[in-house]
């Protein structure tokens, strides 16, 4: 295979991103596999059938396709009617080690006033100078805001910010007694937006705020909740507090912390999208012949968009499969793993190779695995079960979060149900 070829199978799995609409020939649908009760309809829905605006969650590991199947929902949303403004706050945006409303509500305000722009609806704030005027006397004396032009001055402001932990604490400072004037703004914005997209027979706005789920969760200096509870618990009131329908993404592990019911109340019980089964339910270690085929099928289409056969990126069929197994049905770490072996082992993949990328992965986990975290895995790996109480809270959540333990949503009763990460299953021995 020559350097283009290869070029082209590495960049047909970049894992990095989700689907666009223009590649729907390589989406592949693993709900049947994965247990789902079709989250997509149900985040729709619910826009489509409230009167007015709504505040929604998606949680699931990361990488276990959540960006996608925000993507059909905002394709299914735009073709009845809404503006789906989509709002990935990826690491150009915050820092997603640092994270609080005031930068989440500049992005967003930047995000909309770009989309509405490119729809040739063009908004003013008057106060929006007020606005600029007073950041700049606070904190940002030393950086040149030299237009009123919302996405310019914003994109200014968040270069500042984010590669500064000390300019991002006087930020915050300054926005936080502020916060209800930007609050404002973003609502004018959105007001005259609706009403202009009204005239045109639209039926709204849709804002799609994405990757606050890979956010660091960590306790606050105070020590009583952690930084993903006070964003998605303390500050839900303000995230809720735009006059048009939103969805969030929320990381998984708060979802099995002691917050739990407060975020429920905010945002209703979060779909969850999980992994797909690729084996069967513990301790049965047999291959689930549906997820395997879905998870073929998924690196078929990716190969005949790079122009190869099967024969020529894999050694053989069971090479695939292990690199499947071995994902645990991860969809973006089965891209992970592929690339990875593209590199470390060349073309076509081999068992040798396949091997110094799964021993890589062991030895990861190994590194941040404790013996605290044993008889949680044990419990995963003999019974499927996850039994999470005051005492070990800090790790069931640090191992979700990590994705030593996946879950998955499957069986005769749509019961939850967990497997140990097959790179973290050799720390068991």
């Known amino acids: ?61 990361k990488g276990s396709g959540k960006s996608t199947e925000l993507g059909r929902a905002g394709a299914q949303l735009e073709g009845k009617g809404y503006l789906v403004v989509n709002c990935p706050l990826k690491e150009e945006d915050i820092d997603l080690n640092d994270v609080d409303f005031p930068e989440i509500l500049l992005a967003i305000i930047r995000r909309l006033a770009g989309r509405l722009r490119e729809t040739g609806i063009e908004v003013k704030p008057s106060y929006l100078a007020e606005r600029w005027r007073m950041l700049q006397d606070l904190m940002f004396r030393d950086v040149t805001i030299d237009s009123l032009d919302i996405t310019t001055g914003l994109a200014t402001i968040h270069t500042a910010i984010k590669g500064s932990p000390e300019m991002r604490d006087r930020f915050r400072k300054a926005m936080e007694p502020d916060t209800g004037n930007w609050m404002s703004l973003a609502n004018d914005l959105i007001g005259k937006a609706v009403q202009d997209l009204g005239n045109k027979g639209k039926n709204g706005i849709v804002l799609i705020v994405d990757d606050l789920d ?60 999980p992994m797909t089964k690729v084996r069967n339910h513990p301790p049965d270690r047999a291959d689930c012949g549906e997820g395997m085929a879905l998870f073929r099928e998924l690196v078929a289409r990716r190969l005949r968009k790079a122009g190869v056969c099967q024969e020529e990126v894999f050694e053989n069929t069971e090479v695939l499969d292990d690199i499947i197994r071995f994902s645990g049905g991860q969809p973006s770490e089965l891209m992970l793993l592929l690339r990875q072996a593209f590199v470390r082992g060349g073309f076509p993949v081999r068992r040798k190779g396949l091997e110094l990328v799964k021993a890589e992965s062991r030895r990861t986990y190994a590194l941040m695995l404790r013996s605290g975290h044993r008889p949680i895995l044990e419990e995963v790996r003999d019974k499927g079960a996850l039994t999470q109480g005051a005492d070990n809270e ?36």
């Open 1 to 61: 295979m020559d350097l283009q070829t290869q070029r082209k199978v590495f960049a047909a799995f970049d894992g990095t991103r989700p689907l666009t609409p223009e590649e729907g020939d390589l989406y592949v649908d693993l709900d049947p596999a994965r247990g789902m009760q079709d989250t997509v309809t149900r985040l729709v829905q619910t826009i489509v059938l409230s009167p007015g605006s709504t505040c929604q969650a998606l949680s699931g590991h």
């Open 214 to 273: 890979k956010m660091t969760t960590r306790p606050l200096p105070a020590g009583a909740i952690t930084t993903s509870e006070y964003l998605f618990v303390n500050r839900q009131p303000q995230l809720a507090g735009f006059d048009c329908h939103v969805i969030y993404t929320v990381p998984l592990d708060l979802l099995y912390s002691s917050a739990a019911p407060k975020l429920a109340q905010g945002f209703g019980c979060p779909p969850v999208v």
């Open 394 to 429: 800090k790790e069931v959540r640090e191992l979700l979060f990590s994705r030593a333990v996946l879950a998955y949503i499957n069986g005769s009763r749509d019961e939850t149900w967990y497997v140990v990460n097959p790179a973290a299953e050799s720390w068991l021995k």
